[in-house]
């Protein structure tokens, strides 16, 4: 479901009648929200989705708690919109995070941005609240995807490096089990949920996938986001995560780079909730866990 500018405008009319005359512009981003960017400050998230409403909810409830903790721009709620007769679901308007979307931009300053995708996911693994929310696909123990890995890693993964992926596979999902308490994780960290500017990570953005699990899912980025070889700084620079940690985390490295060709193939067919971008960006991180182990 996507609306058009006058409607998202009657809609700040309607709601956020303050907001109504600052400039719209649609942004060409987002998976489950159409976005909107409202002056230079906000921006308006529309769902388009059947399951982006309880995303947004989720957003809602928490990232005003976590956002003051974290050391990088979020998109943090500060407007809501509630279904009306314009519009039949709950909507957000959110704090903009200026930079260029990761799928499109270049991390030149890799040792930098290894920095501060460490500091980042320090600050954010704590220890969730028991209501923090699960989550089905991020998070849980690896062994209960293995079901289904194989054949969707048979689907998506070159033929040419389909042994490499299968060890590491196999090692991450043989090792030992996280044994902590559910900690906070981002959920999805892949390029194009975070924004670039000056060669580095500037912001992070769509925390819909927001849920409490195993740390391994989220340091899984240390290779979807970051250049090669700049793993090992990251690690050192985060100095939470054993050995077991960053096996598991390069198990669910392969599985996140497998979705995102995977989504580069539907658009290379003309499928629907295809993106252009994204399996270029899988592809180079397959290449980076393989390279690294």
């Not at 009319?13 to 909107?36: F, K, T």
């Not at 906000?42 to 903790?69: D, G, M, S, Y």
């Not at 090792?175 to 892949?190: I, N, R, S, V």
Request: proline fraction near 9%.
């Amino acid at each position: 479901m996507d609306i058009d500018e006058a409607s998202v405008r009657l809609l700040l009319l309607e709601q956020h009648p303050d907001l109504a005359q600052l400039d719209l512009q649609r942004i060409d981003a987002g998976w489950d929200n159409q976005m909107w960017r409202l002056g230079t400050e906000l921006a308006v998230r529309i769902p388009r989705t059947e399951r982006a409403p309880a995303l947004l909810r989720k957003e809602r409830q928490w990232l005003p708690i976590l956002a003051a903790r974290l050391p990088l721009p979020v998109p943090t709620p500060v407007r809501f919109g509630e279904a009306s007769a314009l519009f039949p679901q709950p909507w957000t308007i959110a704090q903009w995070v200026p930079g260029e979307p990761g799928d499109r931009a270049a991390i030149s300053r890799d040792q930098h941005a290894a920095d501060v995708l460490a500091g980042f996911l320090g600050a954010l693994h704590q220890q969730a609240p028991v209501e923090a929310p699960s989550n089905p696909s991020r998070g849980g123990v690896l062994e209960a995807y293995v079901r289904d890995a194989g054949p969707w890693l048979d689907a998506t993964v070159p033929s040419g490096v389909a042994a490499d992926v299968q060890r590491v596979w196999d090692a991450a999902v043989s090792a030992p089990e996280w044994a902590g308490p559910p900690m906070w994780l981002h959920g999805d960290l892949h390029p194009a949920n975070v924004v670039v500017s000056d060669g580095t990570l500037a912001g992070v953005i769509d925390f819909g996938e927001l849920c409490a699990g195993d740390p391994a899912a989220d340091l899984a980025a240390a290779w979807l986001l970051l250049p090669a070889g700049a793993a090992a700084r990251f690690f050192d620079s985060y100095a939470n995560a054993d050995a077991a940690m960053i096996r598991r985390a390069r198990g669910w490295a392969v599985l996140l780079a497998a979705s995102l060709i995977s989504i580069g193939q539907a658009w290379e067919r003309g499928l629907p909730g295809g993106q252009p971008t994204w399996g270029r960006a899988g592809r180079l991180a397959l290449e980076r866990v393989l390279g690294d182990c």
